[in-house]
């Protein structure tokens, strides 16, 4: 079907089968056909390396050789488990929250960052993460496609695969402003909120900023929040938007 996703099909034996358990299962079966291609290229690596060896004037060719055909070999292995660890979140195995808010705290902390997580004002969307310092407030969200969608801006418009993603941009934004109003009226301290997306999966090539939102990787997170400060906090004023927000939100289970 033109357009249409690798992981959906009318055969019969997959019907009513689930994405990730396609997934799943397409991986299992191609890989007998991995190994072959992992060999050809292994073998590639082994001709350039006696070809290289044999240039430059190296000892022990064939060890050389050999050397070349196994790292080709590794770094093929290596791309593909990295590429199928890649799709954990969306296929369950992983918690998108629990791998970014590892990565916040990490980084974040030493530069006096409070992380706080799974907070919402009482009947709005909650968020997973809430970020508080130097810099400003920013809450964060984590969500995962499948490894063919593509996820771009065109236009000002954000799209996620084929379809739009103001939706998604929407609600994450509208969370964003209801906690800045709260945090503002109980703590006393204006403050404006920034939403990003950590994205687990799909195709997102670089960080887009679209419709309010900005999505990225969840590796470049705690960078995107120190290389760009929103506001300017003291160590007092972040103990405080820290305490309010830790008294006044709900905390999610």
């Known amino acids: ?93 992983l918690r998108g929250e629990t791998i970014t808010g590892r990565r916040l705290r990490r980084s974040l902390r030493r530069h006096g960052y409070r992380i706080l997580a799974g907070r919402a004002v009482p009947g709005e969307a909650s968020i997973d993460h809430l970020v508080i310092g130097p810099g400003g407030v920013w809450v964060i969200d984590n969500e995962a496609w499948s490894p063919d969608t593509e996820i771009a801006k065109y236009g000002e418009r954000l799209f996620l695969g084929e379809k739009y993603g103001t939706s998604v941009a929407k609600a994450l934004v509208k969370a964003a402003d209801s906690l800045a109003e709260v945090l503002s009226r109980e703590s006393g301290i204006p403050v404006t909120i920034e939403p990003l997306l950590a994205v687990h999966g799909g195709e997102l090539k670089r960080t887009v900023s679209a419709e309010g939102l900005t999505l990225l990787k969840p590796r470049l997170a705690a960078r995107w929040i120190l290389a760009g400060p929103r506001m300017r906090l003291d160590e007092e004023q972040v103990e405080l938007l820290a305490r309010t927000a830790a008294r006044v939100l709900r905390r999610m289970n």
């Open 1 to 93: 079907m033109p357009g249409g996703s690798i992981y959906v099909t009318s055969e019969d034996p997959v019907h009513g089968l689930s994405p990730q358990v396609m997934y799943e299962q397409f991986w299992r079966k191609e890989a007998d056909q991995r190994w072959k291609l992992r060999g050809l290229k292994a073998a590639g690596g082994l001709a350039v390396g006696l070809v290289l060896a044999y240039r430059f004037a190296i000892p022990s060719p064939v060890i050389f050789g050999l050397v070349c055909g196994l790292l080709v070999g590794a770094g093929d292995m290596f791309w593909a488990w990295r590429s199928y660890e890649a799709t954990a979140v969306w296929r369950g195995r």
